[in-house]
C-alpha cells in the first residue's frame, strides 16, 4: 500500500488527525508513516534529540497495527500514530535515565500510566527524547547525550528540559511528544521549536513517578504541531491515577470549549524584554484582538518573588531526590547540578515551610485575579531562545528572571499553554503563553486555533 495523495517526505508533517484519517481509509500504512518519521531522524541526526532509539521495535509495532486494520478491528484515537517520550518518562524494558550519567544504566521495570493510555490508543513508541540531567536546566544538554541542538539554528538551543521532545517535533521526527514541566520544561521549548505545548492543570494528567504526590509542582503534558493535536493528546493521557492524589476525580476525557461570551483576556508585559520578542507578542496578541479576544493591560506585580519561593521549594526537591544515590553516582553530577543539590542542603527546615506558606499565598492570589479577566496572556521567555553553551540552571538568577512567567503556575498549578506567534529577524521561533483557571485547557486549546489558522508562518519548517 502506498501513499495516493501524500508524499512519503509529507508524511513527517502530517498532523495526527490527518495521519489517523488517511489510516483508517487505507490511503497510508503506519508502516509508511513510522519509516519515514525514522528517514527523517537519520537525516537530521545533528539535531540529536533522540536519546534512546526504538525504530525496530516501533516498525514492528507499525506492522500490528497494519495487520488490524486489515482485520477490521476497532481502532484507537493514535491508531499507527508514532510518537516520542522523553527520557524520565517510564517505558518497561528501556533506559530511563533522567538525562543523567549517573543513571546511565537504569532501565525502567514498568510503564508509566501516560504511555499505558498511549499504547492503548494505539500509539507507537518511536525514541525516548533527550533532556538535561533531572531536569534541572532550560536548556537540553548532558553528560551522558550530549547537546540537542535547535532545528531552526543548529547554534541555539531547543530549550529544556523537554528540547528533545520539541526538538524531534520541529524536524519531523514523530507526529507527538510527551514532555514534563516542572519550571517551564512543556512551554519554552515549544516557544524555541514553533511547536505547541500545554502545562495542565496540576493532576489533570497523573505523574505518578513524582516523589510527593502531595507537594508536586510538576507535570506531564503533550506538545505538538499543531493546537489540535495537543487536544487530541491531552484527552489520550488525562484522568485519575489511584497512585497520584493529585489526579483522583479528575474528569477524563476533557470538555470540548465552548467561547460564549468574548474572552476577557489580561496582558502583562515584562521588563528587559527583548524587542524582537516584544513585536511577536504583539503580532500574536493583534491576531486575538481581531477575532474578538478583549485585551486588557494587567498589572504583572503578581509574579514578584514567584523565584524566590520556586527556588527553595524546587533546589530542596532536587537534593532531597539525590540524598538516596551512592558517592560514586555523585562524583558522576555535572557541576551546575551538584550547586543545585547543594543550595537545596543549605536551606534549614523553616525556610522551606516559609517557600510552601508563600506557596499557597501565590495560588490564591492567582485565584484571585479570575474574577476580572478570563485568561491571563505573557511572553513565554523574555529571550527568543539561548545558545546552546548558555549557562541555564535553574538555580541561577539569570532562569529567575527570563523564565519569570514560567515557575510561577508551576507553584500554583494553572494550566498554561504555549503558542508559536511568529519568528524574529533572525528565524528564531517565539511564543505567547495563555494561562487560564484550573481545568481551562479547551479554553487555552480552542483560543490557540484562533492564533494558529490565520497564520501563514505555519507553512515554514526547519532548513534542515
Request: charged share 20%; net charge negative.
Amino acid at each position: 500500500m502506498g501513499p495516493a495523495t501524500t508524499s512519503v517526505s509529507e508524511l513527517c508533517y502530517l498532523s495526527a488527525s490527518e495521519l489517523g484519517e488517511l489510516i483508517r481509509r487505507g490511503r497510508v500504512s503506519s508502516r509508511e508513516i513510522v519509516q519515514a518519521a525514522v528517514d527523517r531522524a537519520s537525516a537530521t541526526s545533528e539535531v540529536n534529540g533522540i536519546a534512546v532509539p526504538l525504530f525496530d521495535e516501533a516498525l514492528e509495532a507499525a506492522d500490528k497495527a497494519d495487520a488490524v486494520i486489515r482485520r477490521g478491528e476497532r481502532l484507537g484515537p493514535l491508531h499507527g500514530i508514532p510518537l516520542t517520550i522523553k527520557d524520565g518518562v517510564a517505558t518497561k524494558g528501556h533506559p530511563n535515565t533522567f538525562g543523567a550519567l549517573a543513571n546511565a544504566n537504569d532501565v525502567a521495570t514498568s510503564d508509566d500510566v501516560v504511555w499505558q493510555r498511549l499504547r492503548d490508543a494505539g500509539a507507537i513508541l518511536l525514541a525516548k527524547s533527550t533532556t538535561s540531567e533531572y531536569f534541572h536546566k532550560v536548556t537540553t544538554d548532558s553528560q551522558l547525550y550530549g547537546v540537542t541542538r535547535n532545528p531552526w539554528a543548529l547554534d541555539y538551543s531547543p530549550g529544556g528540559s523537554s528540547g528533545g521532545a520539541a526538538a524531534c517535533l520541529s524536524a519531523g521526527i514523530g507526529t507527538l511528544a510527551i514532555g514534563s514541566d516542572g519550571g517551564g520544561s512543556l512551554r519554552w521549548p515549544a516557544s524555541c521549536t514553533a511547536t505547541f505545548a500545554i502545562k495542565p492543570t496540576m493532576g489533570r494528567v497523573p505523574h505518578v513517578n513524582f516523589g510527593d504526590t502531595f507537594g508536586n509542582y510538576s507535570v506531564l503534558g503533550p506538545m505538538a504541531r499543531s493546537a489540535g493535536d495537543l487536544g487530541l493528546l491531552l484527552n489520550v493521557i488525562a484522568g485519575s491515577a489511584s497512585t497520584d492524589a493529585a489526579s483522583i476525580g479528575r474528569d477524563r476525557p476533557v470538555p470540548l470549549s465552548n467561547r460564549g461570551d468574548t474572552l476577557r483576556v489580561g496582558v502583562v508585559s515584562l521588563d528587559g524584554i527583548d524587542p524582537q520578542v516584544e513585536k511577536c507578542i504583539a503580532s500574536g496578541l493583534q491576531g486575538l484582538a481581531l477575532q474578538g479576544v478583549a485585551l486588557t493591560p494587567f498589572d504583572g506585580s503578581f509574579l514578584d518573588g514567584s523565584y524566590d519561593i520556586y527556588r527553595v521549594i524546587s533546589s530542596v526537591g532536587h537534593a532531597a531526590r539525590a540524598s538516596f544515590t551512592t558517592t560514586d553516582n555523585q562524583a558522576k553530577w555535572s557541576d551546575s547540578f551538584a550547586a543545585v543539590v547543594k543550595e537545596g542542603l543549605g536551606y534549614a527546615a523553616n525556610a522551606y515551610h516559609a517557600a510552601i506558606t508563600a506557596r499557597t499565598r501565590l495560588f490564591r492570589t492567582v485565584q484571585s485575579l479570575f474574577d476580572a479577566i478570563d485568561v491571563i496572556a505573557m511572553p513565554v521567555f523574555s529571550v527568543p531562545c539561548l545558545r546552546i553553551d548558555d549557562e541555564s540552571s535553574v538555580g541561577l538568577e539569570a532562569y529567575g528572571k527570563a523564565a519569570a512567567t514560567l515557575y510561577p503556575f508551576n507553584l500554583t498549578g494553572h494550566p498554561a499553554i504555549s503558542v508559536p506567534v511568529g519568528f524574529t529577524e533572525q528565524g528564531l521561533p517565539v511564543g505567547l503563553q495563555l494561562v487560564g483557571p484550573w481545568y481551562s485547557e479547551s479554553r487555552l486549546i480552542a483560543m490557540a486555533e484562533l492564533l494558529e489558522q490565520p497564520w501563514l508562518w505555519r507553512r515554514r519548517r526547519p532548513l534542515l
